[in-house]
T-cell receptor, first 114, second 112 residues
Framework: EADIYQTPRYLVIGTGKKITLECSQT?????MYWYQQDPGMELHLIHY???????EKGDLSSESTVSRIRTEHFPLTLESARPSHTSQYLC?????????????FGEGSWLTVV | GQQVMQIPQYQHVQEGEDFTTYCNSS?????IQWYKQRPGGHPVFLIQ?????EVKKQKRLTFQFGEAKKNSSLHITATQTTDVGTYFC????????????FGAGTQVVVTP
């Protein structure tokens, strides 16, 4: 198992609230990702970063934003949560070269917006 | 754009039976990876295949990479309840940036 941590694991918040999902990895990986996944469904890439101060939007449009100020930290923020944001958010990282882009996932953050 | 497709989407298996799930890419892949996600859990890396025609085994799981490097299969023998979960295949995206294109997954249910 990889050393990648997400907090909170479970969160229920009201509509309109601002929320930040934290993600940290201790492996020194340059590349980090955020995936959104509804239960039993596909993994959708919503953000990725190839290093400090780089962020890109993924394949699935998302109202969330991310930042990468430190290599180990890749938080995701929703400025104004809506019920449609209810989902599981998975943070991941990879070293991109040595392991052939093998991706290591955190345990996920389950977000419910009421 | 690049697509990775998996079939079947769902697989109900009697405990002790064998089954195979398939992964097909619209483009040639430099490697293919398989992940397993247990119900309520997160995807966990299982294996990576790199060479054309490569076959790798992990206990009761056999992974194969096609000769054209556009398809792969996962075969599980003597299915156990611990095999329950969703199996995803994934290949590097064509932009070679470091992203993976995941298939939609095969959800496996095992009945005792």
């Amino acid at each position: 198992e990889a050393d990648i941590y997400q907090t909170p694991r479970y969160l229920v918040i009201g509509t309109g609230k601002k929320i930040t999902l934290e993600c940290s990895q201790t492996m020194g990986h340059d590349k980090m990702y955020w995936y959104q996944q509804d239960p039993g469904m596909e993994l959708h890439l919503i953000h990725y970063s190839y290093g400090v101060n780089s962020t890109e939007k993924g394949d699935l449009s998302s109202e969330s934003t991310v930042s990468r100020i430190r290599t180990e930290h890749f938080p995701l923020t929703l400025e104004s949560a809506r019920p449609s944001h209810t989902s599981q958010y998975l943070c991941a990282s990879s070293d991109g070269l040595i392991s052939g882009n093998t991706i290591y996932f955190g345990e996920g953050s389950w977000l419910t917006v009421v | 754009g690049q697509q990775v497709m998996q079939i079947p989407q769902y697989q109900h298996v009697q405990e002790g039976e064998d089954f195979t799930t398939y992964c097909n890419s619209s483009t040639t892949l430099s490697n293919i990876q398989w992940y397993k996600q247990r119900p309520g859990g997160h995807p966990v890396f299982l294996i990576q295949l790199v060479k054309s025609g490569e076959v790798k085994k992990q206990k009761r799981l056999t992974f194969q990479f096609g000769e054209a490097k556009k398809n792969s299969s996962l075969h599980i023998t003597a299915t156990q309840t611990t095999d329950v979960g969703t199996y995803f295949c994934a290949g590097p995206t064509t932009d070679s940036w470091g992203k993976l294109q995941f298939g939609a997954g095969t959800q496996v249910v095992v009945t005792p």
